[in-house]
């Protein structure tokens, strides 16, 4: 149970994408992540040093550092060494000399792609932080934008796969339209002006680092506005309740999903 302190900052604070998303599997789910947040994976330590490079590189200096080679932390000249290193660093986020690499691959496969590049130069607003009060449930929300522009919003994605099927699975599986929708709507109803379109920019991990643009259909779009809507109105009826159930406690009915039968 949460204290009343806890809930009125739920009530208060505005709530983002990476955290609404917890809803789709339960409200419990969602208040554990609030409560303790998880911590970064290697993956996420990747995207981001990807972002940097993509969107803002002229600050990758200042906020990352590769680490150095021959380091046996096992040691005590290596523990010596690493807390040298660490110290010199000053608070930048530490990658691995193959992250590196990794990173700088997918950054010059992007900058190669005349659709990916042509779709960023007309974005240039770079991780740009919004806030808006939502109109379906007056509940204050929050973003940060990978890019944008008068014409469309971006979203740059590392995948596996870039391709048609796989990306559209990776959409369906992570919620991706429902990031769209809520990130469009967040322009609109924060007076940022009004950006219809939606791009993806999906870049594959491993080489050759595959490229692929995916604009939004409406009727992507549409499902994605009802997925973000209905997860709001999870978050309102739980903070005003007080309570973040888990899965229901029942015997339940399952099958094969659509595309499976």
Not at 16 to 28: E, N, Q, T, V
Not at 208 to 216: A, D, N, Q, T, Y
Not at 233 to 252: L, M, S
């Amino acid at each position: 149970m949460l204290t009343q302190e806890q809930i009125k900052e739920l009530q208060t604070h505005p709530i983002s994408w990476s955290r609404l998303k917890f809803y789709d599997k339960s409200p419990a789910h969602f208040i554990e992540a609030w409560l303790n947040p998880p911590e970064e994976t290697p993956a996420m330590t990747l995207g981001r040093a990807l972002h940097c490079l993509v969107l803002e590189p002229d600050k990758f200096e200042a906020r990352y550092v590769v680490a150095p080679e021959g380091i046996d932390r096992r040691t005590k000249e290596g523990k010596a060494a690493w807390a040298a290193f660490v110290e010199e660093s000053k608070g930048k986020t530490v990658i691995t000399a193959e992250q590196m690499e990794q990173a700088q691959g997918m950054a010059q496969a992007i900058a190669a792609s005349n659709a990916a590049s042509r779709a960023l130069a007309m974005c240039p607003r770079r991780e740009h932080a919004i806030e808006w009060e939502d109109f379906a449930t007056s509940l204050p929300c929050k973003g940060v934008i990978d890019a944008w522009g008068e014409q469309w919003a971006i979203d740059l994605k590392t995948t596996d796969d870039a391709g048609d099927r796989a990306f559209a699975r990776a959409i369906a599986n992570y919620g991706y339209h429902g990031q769209a929708a809520f990130y469009l709507d967040g322009l609109a109803q924060g007076s940022h002006g009004h950006v219809q379109n939606f791009l993806f920019i999906a870049v594959e991990k491993n080489p050759p680092h595959g490229v692929r643009v995916f604009s939004c259909s409406p009727d992507l779009l549409a499902t994605g506005r009802q997925l973000y809507l209905k997860l709001l109105g999870r978050h309102a009826e739980c903070v005003a309740a007080g309570e973040w159930p888990g899965y229901p406690d029942a015997v339940e009915p399952i099958n094969l999903p659509a595309w499976a039968a």
